[in-house]
Nanobody
Framework: QVEVVESGGGPVQVGESLRLSCATS????????MGWFRQAPGQDREFVAA????????YVADSVKGRFSISGSIAKNTVYLHLNSLRVEDTARYYC??????????????WGPGTQVIVSS
């Protein structure tokens, strides 16, 4: 059962910005903490950011703090990841899923197909 569908990735240059979207269900976004994760080739999947859809409270990983932010639209059942000042090391496949709890960094829902971000210099 597909719970999320990510989109918005693509090739960009260093310093540019992207907005990724995660389409989910009202049940998910309104009830759970939703988060973004990324996985670069040969590396483990890592937490990026998460948001509580009901309260709007959010947090991001230290590695992207100041450059990435997360937001959501209850009306659209969509979670966004705003990627600014992109670096080559941000190249990865980005995924969204439920997070274990607010403040947590573990994905506990079904993984979608992800969306690829490629940053070149």
């Amino acid at each position: 059962q597909v719970e999320v569908v990510e989109s918005g990735g693509g090739p960009v240059q260093v310093g540019e910005s992207l907005r990724l979207s995660c389409a989910t269900s009202e049940e998910l976004f309104g009830k759970y903490v939703m988060g973004w994760f990324r996985q670069a080739p040969g590396q483990d999947r890592e937490f990026v950011a998460a948001i509580n859809g009901g309260s709007g409270r959010a947090y991001v990983a230290d590695s992207v703090k100041g450059r990435f932010s997360i937001s959501g639209s209850i009306a659209k059942n969509t979670v966004y990841l705003h990627l600014n000042s992109l670096r080559v090391e941000d190249t990865a496949r980005y995924y969204c899923t439920r997070v274990n709890y607010f403040g947590g960094k573990t994905g506990v829902g079904a993984w979608g197909p992800g969306t690829q971000v490629i940053v070149s210099s």
